[in-house]
Nanobody, 117 residues
Framework: QVQLVESGGGLVQAGGSLRLSCAASGSISSNTMAWYRQASGKQRELIATITSAGTTNYRGSVKGRFTISRDNAKNTVSLQMNSLKPEDTGVYYC????????????WGQGTQVTVSS
């Protein structure tokens, strides 16, 4: 199983930006990758996906603000987050996923993003 380590989270004011990174222990070149987030007391939700060919999809609430990208040579996936809002607060996770966005790999520890108002 590929191990995933998320990083880049932190505390930022509303309107600010953060860039999250996900480092994989092995090749992810053939996988669709995704970012998820989990707010306190809520279910983990899918926010963005990127296929092996580079096709991206986003949850409507983050479209136009977040950008998912990948670097297969480095086995990394990134999430650029701009115009952050307090409702973006949560623990962010990356994972491989199937064609409908369901995670199929092992979960890492995630990285905390806190957006203050």
């Amino acid at each position: 199983q590929v191990q995933l380590v998320e990083s880049g989270g932190g505390l930022v004011q509303a309107g600010g930006s953060l860039r999250l990174s996900c480092a994989a222990s092995g090749s992810i070149s053939s996988n669709t990758m995704a970012w998820y987030r989990q707010a306190s007391g809520k279910q983990r939700e899918l926010i963005a996906t990127i296929t092996s060919a580079g096709t991206t999809n986003y949850r409507g609430s983050v479209k136009g603000r977040f950008t998912i990208s990948r670097d297969n040579a480095k086995n990394t996936v990134s999430l650029q987050m701009n115009s952050l809002k307090p409702e973006d607060t949560g623990v962010y996770y990356c994972n491989s996923c199937n064609s409908i966005g369901i995670a199929i790999g092992s979960w890492g520890q995630g990285t905390q993003v806190t957006v203050s108002s």
